[in-house]
């Protein structure tokens, strides 16, 4: 019996061997940044891991046409007065640990960025209008006090300053945190990748640190909507510059690319069928520190939006892969004004003259100045760099000014930017959610500039609270109107994005939407959910 038992187990095992493992679909993609702190949205926007989102499910999320779709909510409702929203979430959600995914893990989430320094905590005060969260965030009132409860394990409630019709739009960027974990090791859960744990359809298997690259694998716990398809993902953020990301896919180590103005005719003529363009609702614009010379003089600023030839621009440095852009909003985006865009055009005479109003004709006398960008992957990758050398050279023709160029890792720019460590700076912004309220928000009441410019944030806040559309539009309008007139921002392009696929992705992701475009990982939780690979 024992010698039965031991050929039976001594066949198995030779049978085994002799039989291929089923083979694992990889996508190996590029990536964003090359520097993470912290594999927590929550905890870190700017400065998170690669991806850290796609490890937890958020409230809800946007698929490929921009519809809206529920997630870990299966349902949401207002009350009569606007103010308050009641999400639903779905029976049966868990963490990769066997942990419940409850109504308190993300009602935790918004308790800790109020309270611990969140570098996105301006979003849920503006677009998010939680009640309290300026007070608790100011460390004026206890987090107590904050317009967010957990009624049971799947019912929040939300509380909100005025009405927001479009709060479930917000809550795209709303993901969990397990209080269980941060209970038992505080913010380091998220740093470790043995301790890091999932809501969502991927599980972290490595992370790189040195270079940000991670491996995600299909996760066996997660139950939600948008179940992976494929089981690893591997992104290297080090593919991102479309000038190492096509050599890559070209050697087939990489499934798609980015590509800059000069490989697109290229790539077109050798994989027609593997072209994917996508016109990204963001916008890269000049901001500045509005109390340091030599920007605290509006007559400057002015000199500066009038000095861009944006036509130029994207016809020749940028083509292909951008649109000038006259306007915080993109076309196509809710509250698009053509008339805000007439105004962005590109006039020498004009800018000369305010130069000189401001003390400084011909350039005479303005300090040497150094613009500074943040390293970038992706479609941003392929245009800021290259638009930066077209501004050096062209605000030294047309106003007689030296800019020196200065590019950081994301963090350090944030750093800058939100301290004000330069006076001028290259910011690119893609949306969050999908209404005007969005882009405006980013300069209101300090928001991502610190700018505090009372005319426009009392126009704003009354456009955010107005339940007719059309008022609505016109208001923001209005807003946008002081951003001109006080030369808060130089408009500059508007991203459009242009990337080769492998012909051996599928999947919904990797076909073009309604109006054309493929917004690839623009819209991460969708793409990496709904991609297949032969």
Known sequence: MNLTLKLAGALAVATALTVPAL???TIVAPGQSTTGTYMDYMKTVYDRATFAELLQVPIATF???FELTPMAAESWSQSEDGLTWTFKLRPGLV???GEPLTAEDYVFALQ???TSGYDFAWYWDFAGGIKGWKEVTEGTADVSTLGLKAVDDLTIEVTTVAPKPYLPSVTSLWYPVPKHKVDELGDDWAVNVDTIVSSGPFDLESWEKSNNSVVLTKSDTYTGPWQASVDRLEVDPTLGAPEVGLPAFLAGDADYSFLNTGQVPVATQRYPDGIRQNAVFATSYISYDLDSAPFNDVNVRRAFYYAVDRAELTSTVLKDI?????????PGYPGYNPDVVAQATFDPEKAKQFMADAGFP???GFPEIEI???????YNGAIIPAMAQYLQAEFKETLGVTMNIRVLPGAEWMDGLRTKKNNIFIAPYEYDYLDPSNFYGIFYNGGRHGYFIPEYDAIVAQADSESDWDKRYALYAQAEQIMIDQGLIVPLVHPVTTAVISDQLGGDASTPNALGFTPLDRLGHYFFTHLTKQ
Not at 322 to 330: D, N, R
Not at 372 to 378: A, K, M, N, P
Request: hydrophobic share 30%; proline share 6%; charged share 30%.
């Open 372 to 378: 500074w960008y943040r390293e970038e992957g992706g």
């Open 112 to 114: 800790r960025a109020a």
């Open 63 to 65: 698929d490929k046409e």
């Open 322 to 330: 951008a649109i000038p852009a006259g306007s915080i909003l993109p």
């Open 23 to 25: 083979a694992q679909t």
């Open 95 to 97: 963490w990769s640990d």
């Open 362 to 364: 011909n350039g005479e």
